[in-house]
């Protein structure tokens, strides 16, 4: 089965001159998800659910990335990095992507619920009873939303939101006023459920949903009385939805968000999806509707949003086809009734989540909200969630009277309404609220406490690779770092005072921050290694990342790499450095690992001789995080800390022989094949049996 799949998989392109395309290493990733959803060791509701975030995966790179390309290609633009020839690869590459999922959906993932006794039910697979109860749902919940728009000269195509779903429908004979007009659009209620449980009483035994798009599509003649519905077809446009607000030109920065959210809705068109049955005729009038090309155009044998279909998963009660549940072990170095704030003057604690539990970070603001001797909070915010625990506890800090200050990123893509309501809300309750550096995105995760203790003030602090979300908390992998560590503190203080007053950085002492010392600092520390090396010294570079897309840094990994230093990167998605390239590359190794968790830590490790460094950090190696990101970086010095990320975060996924793939020197991945007769370990599966045995003890 693997040589097939990788035979199917698509070749990210070099691109000039000599690093792997941005955007098809992107999909290269999400057909390493989509490996998940096609693995029978995968339980049955998990593998649907990653099938599901492949779906939104893709919905947001439409979103974000495909925009260029698709307006170099209408420019007739054959030269520069988006082109008519970028644009037709891609659309190929994401074609043959999309037909892969809907072949899974089709032929493996619903055959295989059948047999455990669940089914979406078709209009034509219906029962008279099922569907005389179809019909009353229909009339009861559904029609009286409906509002079929019928096109005309005074009733032009209607505004069709981003993603959101709709029939096109085709009518014989004519109106009320006695005309012909024949098209006519049906807006599919957002507020109402995709996917609908049938009652026991007509579903028997079995567990039986219906779509709610299946409901609209088998009572359409209903809404046009007086006509014949001909030709009809369910579609769903995607628009380019990255928010694009000139910071300079605007005097309220937040107003002008909240406008420009309304208006993402409806920006440029770029992937229009259709029922696989959709007439040409239908599909030429809505291509032209959303001036698009044919190569925009997407027929899927299926569900129109597969992502929506996360609901089944929800609906299901089937323990047995989830993976086992997984309990996160509470802080492993806390020692029970014991002040955090006293042991971390004992020395620093690092939590790994999701193996650890979240509710770590939750008790070390919880100690300070409660604690009359806690005088000051301060805390970055770019991802909470819209229900936050987190924000409860600085809502509760600032009635208790303390001194907080959030620096909140209203710019988090997707996030930003969320951010824009925690603003106001802390805002109203008296709590200073800033937004960072204009022309910045703040992304930097930390939090610090100013104590009295005695006649002086001490400060303990809390940096993180990942958001302050106790949700995602659960789902992501991401390293906390607590300290008391005087010049880190004091160093995380000048940021705070920074991003407040805009006032000049002093010289930090152990942080390094983008965008003024974080890309240099890290292309001076590679190329240091690389003249070691050249000097015969042994040296080594592991780090972990998401993403690795600046050019500056790949540069200094090659050049490290041809000079001898031992390199070797473990890159969630996507990846442009080509790895193992004889004569380039040889000494770079490149691997991607996909588990039941998303990788999200960011760890950098340098040594030279005997000489260790490690830091942890908010930033992958892309430009944008190094140029046009508030990003920090931070040393680990505790030699135990140290050597425990070392050994879970690096060494531990260098080994994993379940969920890895390697960066062929032609540009593709393939999954680390299992040997004969040697146990094969997943490092998730490992770590999450190490905190499982340390919550026993």
Known sequence: ???????????PVLAAPDLLDRDHSLLAFNERVLNWAERDDVPLLERLRFLCIVSSNLDEFFEVRAEPHLSASQANDHKGQFTVGSFERLADALHTLVARQYTLFNEQLMPAFEREGIRIVSHGDRSAAQRAWVRQYFEREVRPLLIPVGLDPAHPFPQVANKSLNFIVRLSG?????????IAIVKVPRVLPRLIRMPDKVAGKRTLFVSLSSIIRAHLDSLFPGRTVGQFSQFRVTRHSDLAVDEDDVQNLRTALRQGLVHRHYGQAVRLEVSAGCSEHLADFLLKQFALPV???YRVHGPVNLARLTQLIDLVNRPDLCFPAYRPSYLVQLQQGQSLFAQLRQGDILMHQPFESFDGVLAFLREAVNDPQVLAIKQTIYRTGADSALMDLLREAVRRGKEVTVV????????EEAN???????????AQVVYGVVGLKTHAKMMLITRREGKTLKRYGHLSTGNYNPRTAKLYTDLSHLTADAAITTDMEHVFVHLASQ???PRLSKLWMAPFHLHRN??????????????????????KMNSLTDEALIRSLMRAGAQGVQIDLIVRGACMLPAQVPGRTENIRVRSVIGRFLEHSRVFYFRQGAVEDLYLSSADWMNRNMVRRVELAWPVTDPLLRQRIVDEC???YLHDGVDAWDLGADGCYQRVPHRLHVPAHGAQAALMARYARSDSH
């Open 1 to 11: 089965m693997l040589s097939v799949l990788r035979k199917r998989f698509v070749k």
């Open 174 to 182: 004519k109106d009320a006023f006695g005309r012909e007009n024949e």
């Open 295 to 297: 190569k925009a155009l």
């Open 408 to 415: 909140v990123e209203l710019k988090a893509r997707f996030d």
């Open 420 to 430: 824009i309501n925690w603003a106001e809300m802390l805002e109203s309750i008296g």
């Open 503 to 505: 006032s000049k950085l």
């Open 522 to 543: 890290l292309v001076a520390k590679i190329d240091a290694l690389g003249d070691a090396a050249a000097r015969g010294e042994s040296t080594r570079i592991v780090a």
């Open 650 to 652: 690096l060494v531990a």
